[in-house]
Every structure is written in C-alpha cells, then in structure tokens.
C-alpha cells in the first residue's frame, strides 16, 4: 500500500521510513525497484552515497520498465574513471569490475522481466565478449521465463537460443525444473541432445530423485556417449543417496561396459562417506587405468572428508601413483598445518 503512493517527490521521504530495514530484506529491495522503475538514474545513483545495496535493485526496476533506456545508460557508465563512484568503491574495498558486474545482475533482472530475449541477447553480447560473471546471469533470465511458462514452453524457448553455453546453461536449468512437472516429456525433450552432458545429467539426476529405475532405464536406451554417461553417474550418484543396497544390486547386473565404469563413479563417490571400504572394491572393477585410479582418487579425498587417518594410510599402501597419494593426503596436511 506504501508503494501504491509511491512518486519522483516523496520517494526520498519514504526512503527515510525504511532505513532500519535489513537491505537485503524484500521490502527494502521492492522500494528500491519501484523507486527505479519511475526515477530511473536518479533512483539508481541515489546508492552510491548509501552503506546499503539499493543500487542494483534499483536498476532493476528501471530495466523492468524502460529497458532501452537503462541499457544505454549502464553501457556509458564509466566507474573507472568517473569520480562519483570512488567513494563507493573504496569504502566497500571493491575493483570497478566488480561493482559493474553486481549491477549488471540487478539491469539483467529486470530485462529478464520486461524482455527475456533482449536479456538473452544482452547477456550472450557479455560472454562473447569474455565477461566470465555474465554466465552466472543466465540462470535469472532462465528463471524469469519458467515464472511466466510452463516448463515445456520455456524447453522451446532454450531450444531457439543460438547454440553455445549460454544455451547450455538455459536448458539445464529448464531440463531441472522440466522433470518436477513431467518426467517422461522432459525425458523425450532432452533425448533430442543426447551429446548434452548437462541437461541429461540434470534430467537423470532429478528423475532418480523420485525413480531411480525409470530414469536408468531411460538412460540405457540413449547413445553410448558423454551425454549418457554423465546421466548414469549423476543417477546412481542420487540412488545411492537414498538406498546404496538397491543401488548396489542393480549395478550388480548390469554388464560391462563404459556405461557402468560411469554409473560405478557415481555409486562410489557417494558411498565413500558410509562405507569406504566397499566404495574401494567397486572402484577397482572399474574397466580402464584411467577411470579406475580417478574413482579410487575420488574415494580417497572423500574418505579424507571423513576420517583423515584412515584415508592416509591406506593411500600410502593403494599403489595409486604418487602425485594422486598426495592429493588424497594433502587437505590433512593443510589442516594440521593451520591449527598448529
């Protein structure tokens, strides 16, 4: 109801009212949003003088409301060299990357909002130009989409994306939430991408959550490959969260074959933390040289978790090379080390 009375002329005012509010708290953001969304600049330089984050929800708002507008602006803006922003940067020790970035995410959240495409193609512009913190933004536009859509819908929507990681990312996102509402449509849908390692690991993962055989099922009638294997890993990984025994048995069955040194790695890199000793002796069934001294590493380090001692010693007598016995033995090394 405050918001409802909210203008350009009393919004400092009631700025006033909501200084005790924790920033991070909804309402404290929803002020700062509304407040962009009809002040614009104005709204959004007001944080530069403030201890709180209002900036960036600031200019969400006003990317919600004027898109172009609050693009043009953020693209100009220029806090390396501009004197306004030094105060800001110095008091919360901050690179000017940094701070963009931070800002960035709120522009991105409201064009997510208003535009999802325009947000796409924004932060797609980002990562070709090797902004590394603009991957993390997709999943806000990707989330923005399965607010409004349904998962099926927001599938189509990640399928029209040009091909990349910024699709990638987007269609493992909708391939998580995609299983929540229907497992055997997100199933055939992720099936179209059985090189996709991400979204059939996400897919297998979330569906053994609540049916581990019917997502190994699934799985064993994809292609042999990294999509697969990747699937079957991130399965038996989930499965043997919740029942190792029955997640033992049917790996006991099934034969030989890259598949099963992938799902063995999932199984074993779970049941390090219960059982170490049983983890060990499926690791060693592992085909190659290669795939059983990583799963045996990964024990290791997970033992280590666990039971530092007993992971140590039977690394120095597993005949694993030296440099993965010391992986393995090296995190107790620091942590003794430190609390000397």
């Known amino acids: ?27 404290f953001r929803e002020f700062h949003y509304a407040w962009g969304a009809i ?9 530069v003088d403030t201890k709180e984050d209002d900036m960036s929800p600031a200019l969400a708002g006003w990317a919600n409301a004027s898109p172009s507008e609050a693009l043009a602006w953020f693209a100009n803006l220029d806090m390396k060299n501009d004197p306004t922003f030094g105060s800001l940067l110095k008091e919360h ?22 535009d999802p495409d325009k947000a796409i193609a924004y932060v797609t512009g980002q990562t070709d130009a090797g902004n590394k913190a603009a991957y993390g933004m997709v999943r806000t536009i990707t989330e923005s989409v ?8 927001a599938a189509q929507w990640a399928d029209s994306l040009s091909e990349g990681p910024v699709r990638n990312i987007a269609m493992r996102r909708v391939a998580d939430r995609y299983v929540d509402d229907d497992p055997q449509a997100a199933a055939a849908w992720a099936a179209q991408y059985p090189h996709n390692a ?18 190994l099922e699934w799985l064993t009638t994809l292609p042999e490959g990294e999509g697969q ?20 048995e049917w790996l006991a069955t099934m034969p030989a074959s890259q598949a099963k040194d992938a799902a063995i790695m999932g199984f074993t890199r779970r049941l390090a933390y219960e059982d170490p000793a049983a983890a060990i002796t499926w690791a060693e069934t592992i085909s190659t040289n290669e795939g059983r001294t990583e ?3 990964i024990v290791g380090r997970n033992w280590a978790r666990e039971d530092p001692q007993a992971a140590a010693e039977w690394a120095a007598s597993s005949g694993l090379p030296e440099n993965v016995q010391q992986a393995i033995i090296t995190p107790e090394r620091r942590r003794r080390d430190r609390d000397k």
Do not use: C, Y
């Open 93 to 114: 020790d901050l690179k000017h990357e940094a701070l963009r970035n931070h800002l960035m995410r709120g522009l991105v959240h409201g064009l997510a909002s208003a």
């Open 295 to 297: 799963a045996l590493a």
């Open 1 to 27: 109801k405050l918001l409802e009375g909210l203008t350009q002329k009393n919004a400092l005012l009631m700025r006033e009212q909501i200084t005790l509010l924790d920033h991070r708290s909804a309402e």
């Open 229 to 248: 294997h990747a699937g079957m890993h991130q399965a038996v990984r989930e499965w043997t969260n919740e029942d190792p025994a029955a997640a033992s």
């Open 39 to 47: 002040a614009g600049a104005e709204a959004t330089l007001f944080g």
């Open 198 to 215: 991400g979204v059939i690991a996400e897919v297998g993962e979330n569906w053994a959550n609540r049916d581990p055989l019917a997502a």
């Open 146 to 153: 399965l607010r409004t859509d349904k998962p099926a819908e």
